[in-house]
């Protein structure tokens, strides 16, 4: 199975440094391979500086983590950790320096519910920072 530790939607503010993770555990031999895609274009180092991709391929759990540095509103968006025949999703927001702005997005998403409904939610907040701060 596989999982990303810290949900499927996960918020950090601009400037700061956020790490997603990937666990795939359950395995009887390594992943052939294990990577990340940012939309579905496949994240490497290249793409964006100062993002950094560590991995282990392992027999009983493997694990992938995606390091940026210092993140910028254009990070925003869903992040894909692909092995083989398995892919997990999050949803990555990143919100202005404003604390308050980030506690506003996470209400709006609450605490649980219908997956659709938490990104439409995120989006309407998203939409109104954007809408505020041009």
Same mark, same amino acid.
């Given at each position: 199975?596989?999982?990303?530790?810290?949900?499927?939607?996960?918020?950090?503010?601009? /400037?700061?440094?956020?790490?997603?993770?990937?666990?795939?555990?359950?395995?009887?031999?390594?992943?052939?391979?294990? !990577?990340?895609?940012?939309?579905?274009?496949?994240?490497?180092?290249?793409?964006?500086?100062?993002?950094?991709?560590?991995?282990?391929?392992?027999? /009983? #759990?493997?694990?992938?983590?995606? !390091?940026?540095?210092?993140?910028?509103?254009?990070?925003?968006?869903?992040?894909?950790?692909?092995?083989?025949?398995?892919?997990?999703?999050?949803?990555?927001?990143?919100?202005?320096?404003?604390?308050?702005?980030?506690?506003?997005?996470?209400?709006?998403?609450?605490?649980?519910?219908?997956?659709?409904?938490?990104?439409?939610? #995120?989006?309407?907040?998203?939409?109104?920072?954007?809408?505020?701060? #041009?």
């Amino acid at each position: 199975s596989m999982t990303i530790p810290g949900g499927s939607i996960q918020y950090v503010s601009s /400037g700061e440094g956020v790490m997603l993770e990937c666990l795939i555990s359950g395995l009887t031999s390594p992943p052939m391979s294990i !990577y990340w895609e940012k939309g579905s274009k496949v994240m490497t180092v290249k793409e964006r500086s100062g993002v950094s991709i560590e991995t282990e391929k392992m027999a /009983g #759990v493997s694990r992938s983590s995606l !390091y940026i540095g210092r993140t910028e509103l254009s990070d925003t968006g869903n992040y894909s950790c692909v092995s083989d025949a398995l892919t997990e999703a999050v949803l990555l927001v990143v919100t202005q320096d404003d604390e308050a702005q980030a506690s506003l997005a996470r209400s709006r998403v609450g605490s649980g519910g219908d997956a659709a409904l938490a990104s439409m939610a #995120v989006l309407t907040v998203m939409s109104v920072a954007i809408a505020v701060t #041009v």
